[in-house]
């Protein structure tokens, strides 16, 4: 299955999303320190694995994975598309074709939670793609 367990989920929106140290989110989730870096550390393994699985079966090269913001940038080899994959906690991955740019809510959120587009309060998809470009 394409999708991080929930606590591990929430333990990387905290730590990346929210850049927190890991002993703040242990304080606030009354766990220890070692076992927010055993979820930080496996998420971060699992989540690159979830994004170059879907890489897979688009049939696409890696331009970049960022499991610490949750996304990747990919080209499909047929078409030369770029896709951009964001990792929507609790519903796993969501592509987003660089020809057909548009946002579902649950990515809008996704983004938000991730600090993909901090301080953007225009155009949020141009915000969004240049974040992944750069």
Same mark, same amino acid.
């Given at each position: 299955?394409?999708?991080?367990?929930?606590?591990?989920?929430? =333990?990387?929106?905290? $730590?990346?999303? /929210?850049?927190? &140290?890991?002993? #703040?989110?242990?304080? @606030?989730?009354?766990?220890?320190? !070692?076992? =927010?870096?055993?979820? $930080?550390?496996? /998420?971060?393994? &699992?989540?690159? #694995?979830?994004?170059? @699985?879907?890489?897979?079966?688009? !049939?696409?090269?890696?331009?970049? $994975?960022?499991?610490?913001?949750?996304?990747?940038?990919?080209?499909?080899?047929?078409?030369?598309?770029?896709?951009?994959?964001?990792?929507?906690?609790?519903?796993?991955?969501?592509?987003?074709?660089?020809?057909?740019?548009?946002?579902?809510?649950?990515?809008?959120?996704?983004?938000?939670?991730?600090?993909?587009?901090?301080?953007?309060?225009?155009?949020?998809?141009?915000?969004?793609?240049?974040?992944?470009?750069?």
């Amino acid at each position: 299955m394409l999708k991080l367990p929930k606590r591990m989920e929430e =333990v990387l929106l905290k $730590v990346y999303g /929210g850049d927190r &140290r890991e002993s #703040e989110v242990a304080r @606030e989730l009354g766990i220890s320190k !070692q076992a =927010v870096s055993k979820f $930080v550390r496996e /998420g971060r393994a &699992r989540l690159t #694995e979830i994004l170059i @699985e879907v890489a897979e079966v688009l !049939q696409a090269d890696v331009i970049r $994975v960022n499991p610490m913001k949750g996304y990747a940038v990919l080209k499909c080899r047929g078409s030369g598309v770029k896709a951009y994959v964001i990792y929507v906690p609790g519903k796993g991955p969501r592509v987003i074709f660089s020809n057909s740019l548009e946002l579902s809510e649950d990515v809008v959120k996704a983004v938000k939670e991730w600090g993909l587009v901090r301080g953007c309060s225009n155009d949020l998809i141009k915000c969004l793609v240049s974040t992944l470009e750069s």
